[in-house]
Nanobody, 123 residues
Framework: QVQLVESGGRLVQAGGSLRLSCAAS????????MAWFRQAPGKEREFVAA???????IYADSVKGRFTVSGDKAKNTVYLHMSRLEIGDTAVYYC?????????????????WGQGTQVTVSS
């Protein structure tokens, strides 16, 4: 089993920056993909960004140029650096992991999920 724990979510003003962390423990992978999703109230969970352990990454169009995903293999931790935050970025952010080296946007690709961390962007 893999446990994922997110941290770093908080209230931030529009235009500000924030860094989320996702620490993986348990059965970790030498390969595979870790991703970030988010879910706003009343909306479906949506893909944000994903990275594999070779450093390749993909992003949702809505966050390209504002968010950056990175990973620290030694710490089994993935980060989501968020800048120029907008009110529409308000959501619970979830970390997800897959043992397969497939960079994809579908939640069904990911076997393991964290509990989420709340990001609230105010005006």
């Amino acid at each position: 089993q893999v446990q994922l724990v997110e941290s770093g979510g908080r209230l931030v003003q529009a235009g500000g920056s924030l860094r989320l962390s996702c620490a993986a423990s348990g059965r970790t992978f030498r390969s595979g993909v870790m991703a970030w999703f988010r879910q706003a109230p009343g909306k479906e969970r949506e893909f944000v960004a994903a990275i594999n352990w070779s450093g390749a990454s993909i992003y949702a169009d809505s966050v390209k140029g504002r968010f950056t995903v990175s990973g620290d293999k030694a710490k089994n931790t993935v980060y989501l650096h968020m800048s120029r935050l907008e009110i529409g970025d308000t959501a619970v952010y979830y970390c997800a992991a897959s043992p397969r080296d497939i960079l994809g946007t579908a939640p069904s690709l990911y076997n393991y999920w964290g509990q989420g961390t709340q990001v609230t962007v105010s005006s």
